[in-house]
Protein backbone atom coordinates (compact mmCIF):
# COMPACT_ATOMS: atom_id res chain seq x y z
CA UNK A 1 0.00 0.00 0.00
CA UNK A 2 0.70 3.32 -0.37
CA UNK A 3 2.07 5.39 2.59
CA UNK A 4 2.16 9.02 0.52
CA UNK A 5 2.59 10.10 -3.13
CA UNK A 6 4.43 13.47 -3.49
CA UNK A 7 4.74 15.45 -6.96
CA UNK A 8 8.04 17.02 -6.95
CA UNK A 9 7.85 18.89 -10.23
CA UNK A 10 5.18 19.07 -13.06
CA UNK A 11 7.08 20.30 -16.60
CA UNK A 12 5.70 20.36 -20.16
CA UNK A 13 7.88 18.87 -23.05
CA UNK A 14 6.30 17.65 -25.79
CA UNK A 15 3.58 16.14 -23.44
CA UNK A 16 3.07 17.03 -19.48
CA UNK A 17 5.07 15.56 -17.74
CA UNK A 18 4.87 14.53 -13.87
CA UNK A 19 7.99 13.88 -11.21
CA UNK A 20 6.84 12.06 -8.34
CA UNK A 21 8.08 9.94 -5.18
CA UNK A 22 6.24 7.16 -3.78
CA UNK A 23 6.59 6.16 -0.07
CA UNK A 24 5.98 2.31 -0.02
CA UNK A 25 5.37 0.76 3.83
CA UNK A 26 6.98 -2.42 3.24
CA UNK A 27 9.31 -3.86 0.41
CA UNK A 28 6.59 -6.98 -0.55
CA UNK A 29 4.59 -4.32 -1.45
CA UNK A 30 3.86 -4.13 -4.95
CA UNK A 31 0.38 -2.63 -5.27
CA UNK A 32 0.79 0.92 -6.96
CA UNK A 33 -1.36 2.17 -9.83
CA UNK A 34 -1.99 5.48 -10.37
CA UNK A 35 -4.71 7.07 -12.48
CA UNK A 36 -5.00 11.19 -12.92
CA UNK A 37 -8.34 13.14 -13.27
CA UNK A 38 -8.43 16.65 -13.87
CA UNK A 39 -11.38 19.16 -11.84
CA UNK A 40 -11.21 22.51 -12.97
CA UNK A 41 -7.29 23.34 -12.99
CA UNK A 42 -6.46 20.89 -10.52
CA UNK A 43 -4.15 17.67 -11.56
CA UNK A 44 -5.27 15.06 -8.63
CA UNK A 45 -3.58 11.74 -8.84
CA UNK A 46 -5.85 8.62 -7.51
CA UNK A 47 -5.07 5.27 -6.62
CA UNK A 48 -7.15 2.75 -8.94
CA UNK A 49 -7.61 0.16 -5.88
CA UNK A 50 -9.63 2.20 -3.70
CA UNK A 51 -10.15 5.44 -5.21
CA UNK A 52 -8.32 7.40 -2.56
CA UNK A 53 -6.97 10.44 -3.65
CA UNK A 54 -3.04 10.10 -3.17
CA UNK A 55 -1.91 13.91 -4.43
CA UNK A 56 -3.12 17.20 -5.64
CA UNK A 57 -1.60 19.88 -7.68
CA UNK A 58 -2.72 23.16 -9.71
CA UNK A 59 -1.92 23.23 -13.20
CA UNK A 60 -0.99 26.47 -15.19
CA UNK A 61 -3.10 28.05 -18.09
CA UNK A 62 -0.70 26.40 -20.54
CA UNK A 63 0.01 23.35 -18.62
CA UNK A 64 -4.17 22.46 -18.77
CA UNK A 65 -3.99 22.71 -22.37
CA UNK A 66 -1.69 20.31 -23.24
CA UNK A 67 -3.51 17.88 -21.23
CA UNK A 68 -6.82 18.36 -22.71
CA UNK A 69 -4.74 18.10 -25.82
CA UNK A 70 -3.16 14.81 -24.98
CA UNK A 71 -5.72 13.07 -22.62
CA UNK A 72 -2.84 11.64 -21.16
CA UNK A 73 0.40 12.02 -18.75
CA UNK A 74 4.31 10.87 -18.54
CA UNK A 75 4.32 10.16 -14.84
CA UNK A 76 8.20 9.33 -13.62
CA UNK A 77 7.81 7.59 -10.52
CA UNK A 78 10.85 7.56 -8.02
CA UNK A 79 10.34 4.73 -5.06
CA UNK A 80 11.19 4.70 -1.52
CA UNK A 81 10.48 1.89 0.75
CA UNK A 82 10.28 2.39 4.55
CA UNK A 83 13.16 0.84 6.54
CA UNK A 84 15.02 0.46 3.68
CA UNK A 85 15.84 4.02 1.96
CA UNK A 86 16.72 6.54 4.33
CA UNK A 87 19.89 8.99 5.66
CA UNK A 88 22.66 7.41 7.27
CA UNK A 89 23.46 7.94 11.31
CA UNK A 90 26.51 6.59 11.43
CA UNK A 91 28.71 7.42 8.91
CA UNK A 92 32.12 5.13 8.73
CA UNK A 93 35.87 6.69 6.89
CA UNK A 94 35.68 4.99 3.71
CA UNK A 95 39.48 4.11 3.07
CA UNK A 96 39.03 2.25 -0.43
CA UNK A 97 39.66 5.41 -3.29
CA UNK A 98 37.02 3.32 -5.59
CA UNK A 99 33.26 4.08 -5.96
CA UNK A 100 30.90 3.57 -2.49
CA UNK A 101 27.53 1.50 -2.49
CA UNK A 102 24.47 3.54 -2.81
CA UNK A 103 21.53 2.11 -1.46
CA UNK A 104 19.24 0.83 -4.08
CA UNK A 105 16.63 3.49 -5.78
CA UNK A 106 14.13 1.87 -8.03
CA UNK A 107 11.81 4.33 -10.65
CA UNK A 108 10.16 3.83 -13.47
CA UNK A 109 8.06 6.07 -16.42
CA UNK A 110 4.41 5.58 -17.59
CA UNK A 111 2.25 6.95 -19.61
CA UNK A 112 -1.21 7.40 -17.63
CA UNK A 113 -4.69 8.56 -19.23
CA UNK A 114 -6.34 11.64 -17.61
CA UNK A 115 -10.02 12.12 -16.81
CA UNK A 116 -11.62 14.88 -16.96
CA UNK A 117 -14.43 15.48 -14.31
Known sequence: ????????KIQIKDRLIVDSLVKM??????DFSPRAKIEGT?????SA????????SDLSEEMYQIAERDRALV??????VAGIHGNLTKINPILALGKGKKLPMSSWKTT??????
Open 1 to 8: MVESLQIN
Open 25 to 30: MNTEDF
Open 42 to 46: DLIII
Open 49 to 56: KNGIELAR
Open 75 to 80: MKVKFE
Open 112 to 117: IPIIFV
